[in-house]
C-alpha cells in the first residue's frame, strides 16, 4: 500500500516531460536533496513543488493533471496520465476572423497585376506625346484589351466587401484611363499637336495627374491588403 501511495505521489520529470512537455525548471542539481522548486506550466504557476533529489526531479502527478485539467489512473502495474489535447476544430472557430478591412491575398495579387497594365499603358501613351511617336490603332487596342481582361480576372478573384470596394476604385481607374487614351489617340488623329505632340502636355494635363494619382494610392493600398479610399479614383 506505501508504494502504491508513493508511486501516486511522485513521478520522474522525464516521464511527465515525455507526456506533456510542460515542465519548466533550471538550476545546477546537488548531490543530495535540495529545496522545493516551483512548476511553471505554460506560463503560470501551478501548485506542485518540484523536488529535486540526488540530482533528479520530482512532481506531484495528481497536482499536475489537476493543472491540466487531466486525469490520473493508478493501476496496478502502471500509472496512466491522460492530458486533453486542444480541438483544433475548436481553435480555428474561435481564431479572430478576417478584418473587415482586409483583402484576400487571390484578389491583391490579381489586382496589383492589374494596375500594373494600366500603367503601362499610360506610359506608352506618354511616351507617345513626349517623343512624338506615330499613335498606332492596332497597339492602343491591345492595350485596352490586356486592360480590360486585368479587371474580369480581378472581378473573378473578389471573394469579400473589402475586395468589392476596393474593385469598384479599379474599375474606375480603368474607365478614367481608357477615356483618357481614347481623347489623346482622337486628339492625335485630328492632328491636335499642342495636346499630343507637346511634351508639357502631360504635365499640364488634369486628368492625367488624377489618373497618375489613383494609380499610386491603389498600388500602396494593395500591398498593405487593407482597403482605404481615396478622392482621386472617384
Known sequence: MNRRRKLRSFLVLGFVLSLAGVL?????????????????????????????????????IEAL??????????ESNRVVLT?????STAARSIAPAQPVDGLSRNFASAAID???????WRGAIGAMITYGLAASKSSAQDY????????RQTT???STDADRNALQLLKNESDS?????????????????????????????PILAKITSCSRFLNA???SATFSDDGSCH
Open 24 to 60: 519548466s525548471a533550471q538550476g545546477t542539481p546537488p548531490a543530495q536533496s535540495a529545496p522545493d522548486k516551483v512548476l511553471v506550466l505554460n506560463g503560470k504557476t501551478v501548485e506542485a513543488k518540484v523536488r529535486q533529489i540526488d540530482g533528479r526531479s520530482y512532481v506531484d
Open 65 to 74: 493533471a489537476l493543472a491540466t485539467n487531466g486525469a490520473v489512473t493508478v
Open 83 to 87: 492530458i486533453p489535447v486542444p480541438d
Open 114 to 120: 492589374e494596375v500594373a497594365e494600366m500603367r503601362e
Open 144 to 151: 485596352h484589351e490586356r486592360v480590360a481582361e486585368g479587371l
Open 156 to 158: 473573378l478573384a473578389a
Open 177 to 205: 484611363l481608357t477615356g483618357w487614351a481614347d481623347d489623346v489617340l482622337a486628339a492625335r488623329q485630328a492632328l491636335n499637336g499642342a495636346k499630343t505632340v507637346d511634351p508639357n502636355a502631360l504635365q499640364n494635363d
Open 221 to 223: 493600398m494593395l500591398v
